[in-house]
């Protein structure tokens, strides 16, 4: 399973991004598909995740902001952020749990003014 995460760029205070993550490969034995991201300083994270079935998960720090989707048609998952805030600032990666589990690249989320 390959994954190749976009999306990322600076954005202003309550401004929203949308991150995409694409799986190739072995993508039939993926179930679990989730948001990660680490900030300088901080403890790696998870931010949201979706089942095959689509149930999800989300991080106290963003429920009710940040949206995760699964297009399983495209195989690829998305992460709506919304109101972000500096503390969202971090490098965000996605994950997907198969056989083992697979990493995409990071992607930089920068929240400034």
């Known amino acids: 399973v390959q994954l190749q995460a976009s999306g990322g760029g600076l954005v202003q205070p309550g401004g929203s991004l949308r991150l995409s993550c694409a799986a190739s490969?072995?993508?039939?034995?993926?179930?679990?598909m989730s948001w990660h991201r680490q900030a300088p300083g901080k403890q790696h994270e998870l931010v949201a995740a979706?089942?095959?079935?689509?149930?999800?998960n989300y991080a106290d720090s963003v429920e009710g902001r940040f949206t995760i989707s699964r297009d399983n048609a495209k195989n690829t998952v998305y992460l709506q952020m919304n109101s972000l805030k500096p503390e969202d600032t971090a490098v965000y990666y996605c994950r997907a749990d198969a056989y083992r589990t697979f990493w995409g690249q990071g992607t930089l989320v920068t929240v400034s003014s």
């Open positions: 979706t089942t095959r079935g689509g149930s999800t």
């Open positions: 490969g072995s993508i039939y034995s993926i179930n679990t």
